[in-house]
Structures are given as structure tokens and as C-alpha cells.
């Protein structure tokens, strides 16, 4: 079945060592974004990817990176993770084309910071 | 930015009992979403409704656009029901409102 699929499902990092969380579709959605989501709070977009545009919140910590070199896949790069980055990452995307927009979700990867 | 609050924050059902949840939104939106995340952190779209009704088994939603506001029902509620309901608005920059944690009891 066609889905979002995000790599590893659990990931256990360092403070302060570089950690990159995957993410992959097989819907073929132009827009994908990343979203944290902390204990008992809402999922926050931090950015999404329109085609190759990449579109950043205003609020997201520069410690963030994201790369997305080709319509499959999307990486999320944490720089130096501090213990406050310990959640949940999730994984979306939409097709922009028209029509209905829904967005799909992946499972999400819960990270920890020792 | 848009602003999403979502009523009531906690519910607790008894098994069979219907509920209605609430979403209010600050601005014009062309794009509405409900979703449900499971005790496992999974987010499964229920509706894409950016205006009018619509139903999928038990569970209906209904958007009035002009009112800003989205109402999503649940039929008969289960246990297989609990969790988060979110609801989320905005076309390609998404904004969750906070959910509605639902518990259904035997």
C-alpha cells in the first residue's frame, strides 16, 4: 500500500551528537512536511517542502536542517540536540495538485536524548 | 497566524454514548482537517472538510466556513475510540488546535 514511511521508530541520540531522522512516500505528494510533538501538546510544524522550495517556520530552532533531495524522500538533521528535543517527530505528506488536500501521516520517530 | 481552539480538552464516555466535538478557527480557512491519534502516537485523517457534511461510519463532521467553525460526532463510541482528536486547518502551513483527549470506558 501506498504510504509514509519513517525510519527508525524509536532513536536514541547523545546531547549534542548530530542525529538524522528519515522519511520516505510512496504517494508521490509534492508537499512534505515535519512536525515535533511533544508529550500532551499538538504537533508543531517546524517546515514543509513545497516541490523544492523549502519553507521554514519562523520559530523553528536554526538547529534544525532539513534536506529533501528528491520527491521520495525528506531528512530531518538535528545539529545538536539538546534535551529539550526529546519528542516526537512526525512525518506528512499532501498533494497540492487540486482537489482534496488530506494530509498522510507516518508513524512518527520518538527521540530521546541521554 | 490562525489561531485553533478545540473543545471541550477532556471527555470521558461511556461505552454507546455519542459525543460532539468542537473546533473554532480566527480566519477564513479553505482547507479543515480532523484526526484521530491513537494510544500508539499514530495521526489517521478522518475528514478533509473545508465546508459542509460528511459521514464515515459512525463519525460525521460538519464545517460552517462563514462561522469559522468545524463539529466532529461520534455515534455509538467504542473503546477502539479513545485518544486524540485533532482538529487542523491551513493550506500548505497546517496549524493543529490542541485536541480533545477522549477515554471511552466499558
Known amino acids: 500500500d501506498a504510504m509514509v514511511i519513517q525510519n527508525p521508530r524509536y532513536q536514541v541520540t547523545q546531547f549534542g551528537k548530530p542525529v538524522t531522522l528519515s522519511c520516505s512516500q510512496t504517494?508521490?505528494?509534492?508537499?512534505m512536511y515535519w512536525y515535533q510533538q511533544k508529550s500532551s501538546q499538538a504537533p508543531k510544524l517546524l517546515f514543509h517542502?513545497?516541490?523544492?522550495?523549502?519553507?521554514n517556520e519562523a520559530d523553528t530552532p536554526d538547529n534544525f536542517q532539513s534536506r529533501r533531495p528528491n520527491t521520495s524522500f525528506c531528512f530531518l538533521d538535528i545539529r545538536s540536540p539538546g534535551l529539550g528535543d526529546a519528542a516526537m517527530y512526525l512525518c506528512?505528506?499532501?498533494?497540492?495538485?487540486?482537489?482534496?488536500?488530506?494530509?498522510?501521516f507516518g508513524d512518527g520517530t520518538r527521540l530521546s536524548i541521554l | 497566524g490562525i489561531q485553533v481552539e478545540q473543545s471541550p480538552p477532556d471527555l470521558i464516555l461511556q461505552e454507546g454514548a455519542n459525543s460532539t466535538l468542537r473546533c473554532n478557527f480566527s480566519?477564513?480557512?479553505?482547507?479543515l482537517q480532523w484526526f484521530h491519534q491513537n494510544p500508539w502516537g499514530q495521526l489517521i485523517n478522518l475528514f478533509y472538510?473545508?465546508?459542509g457534511t460528511k459521514q464515515n461510519g459512525r463519525l460525521s463532521a460538519t464545517t460552517v466556513a462563514t462561522e469559522r467553525y468545524s463539529l466532529l460526532y461520534i455515534s455509538s463510541s467504542q473503546t477502539t475510540d479513545s485518544g486524540v482528536y485533532f482538529c487542523?486547518?491551513?493550506?500548505?502551513?497546517?496549524?493543529f488546535g490542541i485536541g480533545t483527549k477522549l477515554q471511552v470506558i466499558p
Open positions: 506528512a505528506t499532501s498533494s497540492m495538485t487540486g482537489g482534496e488536500q488530506p494530509q498522510h
Open positions: 504517494l508521490n505528494h509534492n508537499v
Open positions: 517542502y513545497y516541490d523544492k522550495d523549502f519553507n
Open positions: 480566519d477564513s480557512v479553505n482547507n
Open positions: 472538510i473545508p465546508s
Open positions: 487542523a486547518v491551513g493550506y500548505q502551513k497546517v496549524t
